[in-house]
């Protein structure tokens, strides 16, 4: 690998689904089979998956937000029936910002606790050595 070349102590320490639908299981797990196949053991795919939610998609390129910035936007702003009943106005900020926002967190959890597995059996390799 051309990576390891510049940074030998570099590792890829896992791979992430994104786009998937919420309701795609079989899709999803699919997907997971042939990756982890082409990966040949170098790498786990992570569990958490990064679903595709299409408003929430459009939300974020137009407003120019990541998706935690949306769903912080989307609660402070006015709820749906404060806008019907015209007590409030502002911008609709899709409702699936917050489910896409706890994937994001979910894998943000993920990546840490591999990242934290990778460093401890780093700093304790094991050995087929016996102890004298």
Sequence with gaps: MEARTINPELRLLGVVLFGVGAGASRVRDRARELVAADLGGA??????????????????????????????????????????????????????????????????????????GAETSADHPQTDEVPA
């Excluded at 974020?60 to 019907?84: C, D, F, T, V, Y």
């Excluded at 911008?91 to 994001?104: G, Q, R």
């Design 43 to 116: 790498a786990p795919v992570l569990n958490v998956t990064i679903r595709h939610v299409e408003a929430a998609a459009a939300d974020a390129r137009e407003r120019g937000q990541l998706a935690h910035e949306m769903e912080a936007s989307a609660s402070a702003g006015p709820k749906w029936w404060e806008r019907r009943r015209g007590v409030k106005t502002g911008p609709v900020i899709a409702a699936s910002a917050t489910s896409l926002a706890a994937d994001y967190e979910a894998l943000a959890q993920e990546i840490v606790a591999a990242l934290i």
